[in-house]
């Protein structure tokens, strides 16, 4: 038998999206903690989803802020560009 492995998924991330990217190990967590983990996408340390921005996946990033990094896709684009033409403007 012959196996198949699995791909990561690579996915542009959007404006209205989140980045979440598992950085600890759930083992010695909680079993709601490590069904949160699993919802939101997340198997293994260094596995990475790309989640829109909504208040229950906001919800579920709070339980769990001490497994993950989160990149706020919207916000930080549009952060960088206004502030790099703020700065300009003044000097």
């Known amino acids: 038998m012959v196996q198949i492995r699995r791909q990561p998924i690579r996915r542009e991330a959007a404006d209205g999206t989140i980045t979440v990217t598992q950085v600890r190990s759930s083992i010695a967590n909680k079993p709601k903690t490590r069904g949160t983990m699993r919802a939101l996408g997340l198997r293994k340390i260094g596995d990475t989803s790309v ?6 996946i906001r919800g579920m990033l709070a339980r769990v802020p001490h497994l993950v990094t989160v ?3 919207g916000a930080s684009s549009g952060a960088a560009d206004s502030g790099s033409n703020t700065d300009s403007k003044e000097g």
């Open 51 to 56: 989640l829109p921005d909504r208040p229950e």
């Open 71 to 73: 990149v706020d896709n």
